[in-house]
């Protein structure tokens, strides 16, 4: 059973770019939690999404952050137009289907560098 | 919302010996903390986790305590090894309402580093 896939794993965008990065939970699992780790720092919580449903944006940025996650196909937290404060490591957790105590699985992240 | 503090920042200690890491807590409704390792480039791993129902946890060499009283919640590692070595973080978090115990507040982290 593969674990969380993140996908890239290292994403270098220039200022003013876009940013798509992809989550792909474990086998079963149909909620995803996006994290921000900036340098240095803990894991910030930014969003909680089940199956075309966003259940909790209380850590999102107001803007040019969005995230979703289709019925078919992984989960994607895009940034629009980034800027250098974005560069930091953004990790997907998942957890099961219906079952409120269980613990979160996490990628192995991805760091995007914004130049 | 919920705060987690944790403490040291930084822990150095020789091979064999034991070390803690101590985190609190704000939110009372708070009622599951897990303990992750995170080495160089690698995601969080979940090492450990204690849900308030109980006081103590043991796994191998490692172990938790949680005082709800107190809202403070340990981890003890015992005959530490070089390969411990990593940042570790303590978190927060609840199901209340029906919500998953995937929402977590984490603590800044420790560096936790072990001489040979």
């Known amino acids: 059973n593969a674990g969380v896939m993140q996908n890239p794993r290292h994403l270098v965008r220039r200022r003013g770019q876009e940013a798509r990065l992809r989550c792909s939970p474990m086998k079963g699992h149909s909620h995803v939690y996006w994290y921000r780790q900036l340098p240095e720092e803990g894991l910030k919580f930014m969003v909680y999404?089940?199956?075309?449903?966003?259940?909790?944006e209380s850590g999102m940025p107001k803007e040019r952050f969005s995230a979703e996650f289709p019925k078919e196909g992984p989960s994607i937290l895009r940034i629009q137009q980034v800027v250098r404060g974005d560069s930091a490591a953004y990790f997907c957790?998942?957890?099961?289907?219906?079952?409120?105590?269980?613990?979160?699985?996490f990628g192995q992240g991805t760091r995007l560098t914004v130049v | 919302g919920e705060n987690v503090e944790q403490h040291p920042s930084t822990l150095s200690v020789q091979e064999g010996d034991s070390a803690v890491i101590k985190c609190t807590y704000s939110d009372s409704a708070s009622n599951y903390f897990p303990w992750y390792k995170q080495e160089l480039g690698k995601g969080p791993q979940l090492i450990i986790d204690i849900r308030s129902n109980v006081g103590e946890k043991k796994d191998q060499r490692i172990a938790v305590t949680l005082n709800k009283t107190a809202k403070h919640f340990s981890l003890h590692i015992t005959e530490t090894q070089p390969e411990d070595s990593a940042v570790y973080f303590c978190?927060?978090?609840?199901?209340?309402?029906?919500?998953?115990?995937?929402?977590?507040?984490f603590g800044q982290g420790t560096i936790l580093t072990v001489h040979p």
């Open positions: 957790a998942s957890s099961p289907l219906g079952r409120g105590d269980t613990e979160a699985f």
């Open positions: 999404l089940q199956k075309e449903n966003i259940i909790d």
């Open positions: 978190a927060a978090s609840s199901n209340a309402g029906g919500t998953s115990y995937g929402k977590l507040t």
